[in-house]
């Protein structure tokens, strides 16, 4: 085995400080894995039959993925040049960031978003080269949007809102996003997040139909992830004005979305596999509610949960409860001090939660609402 030597190569200081993204604990064969908001169900045969069908793995996939986006942009009344594909919605977030990443004449780039939000925000936007400002959330772990917006300065190239909220799990609401936007300058992009957007049943909440075409700088993310249950396959999408679709395709890695992601997901959205689809995602927010319901009938300060996830906001007991939950066989998500990520998984692991969090709430006392 080849030893190499300490390496003397000048890194961004920035970056060699960052500590790289973790991905939650792989489960063991008898334990859940409840800590990475996956799809529980199996791929439907017709998509596997999809991913069998699809290019083979010595041919380069279609770089523009056209069949796909045409899907899309039929299903959002939208023209395929207005629809970018991506490795997942993550990636795309990174091909925008770094696209508008702007130094100005005052310093580097400024990118807004509410924390705590997705943990992969900080990361993307160092990497773009710009820095973050995190907006505390309010204290019932929704977004701040009158903050958010006040934190705009004339550093600000992006704002990134994220509905429902990983991992806190609320939604924005469309008259407050209404109004965020009528106070957001138009060279600024806003990035409107919404992986876990087919789990939402709040009616009041904002959906990507309601606002495309309404704002020159708005930008609407999904992904096949997590109600399609392709999250190993890696494949989202982005929907906006043609100039930022064609920044993101400028700076995206030529060729990352793999022929059998493009083949799964444009065989998901047909209607008999969609509605097949949809249903898993109507018993996975019915397990849910019943979940939340039961942590707080327990005691348990449970934010509105509208993904496929709850959170519990253990506060300085996060570590302690994750540690319970994992020697019972549930890998969680731990954000120490602030609280645990739950995706809600099989009914059996739910079972298996709820008995460990009917014991541990009266133990663990430094609970934060």
Known sequence: ???????????????????PYRQGKQAAADAYKLSSNENPYPPLPSIQAAIDDSTPANRYPDGAAIPLREALASRFGVTVDEVHVGAGSVSIIAQLLQAVAVP???????IVYAWR????YPLLTTVAGAVGVGVPNRADHTHDLDAMAEAITERTAAVLVCTPNNPTGPIVRLDEFEAFMA???EHVLVILDEAYIEFVTDPAAVRAEAVLGRWSNLV???TFSKAYGLAGLRVGYAIGPVALMDAARATAIPLSVTGAAQAAATAALQPDTEAELLERVRQITALRDETVAALRAQGWPVPDAQGNFVWLPAGAATEALAERLFAAGLVTRAFAGDGIRVSIGEPEAVERLLSITAESVGVLTDIQA
Request: zero cysteines; aromatic letters at 6%.
């Open 1 to 19: 085995m080849p030893e190499f030597p300490p390496t003397h190569v000048r890194l961004r200081p920035e970056i060699a400080a960052m500590q």
């Open 104 to 110: 100005t004449a005052s310093g580097a780039a400024e």
């Open 117 to 120: 939000s997705f943990e992969a």
């Open 183 to 185: 106070k957001v300058p």
């Open 220 to 222: 609407v993310l999904r």
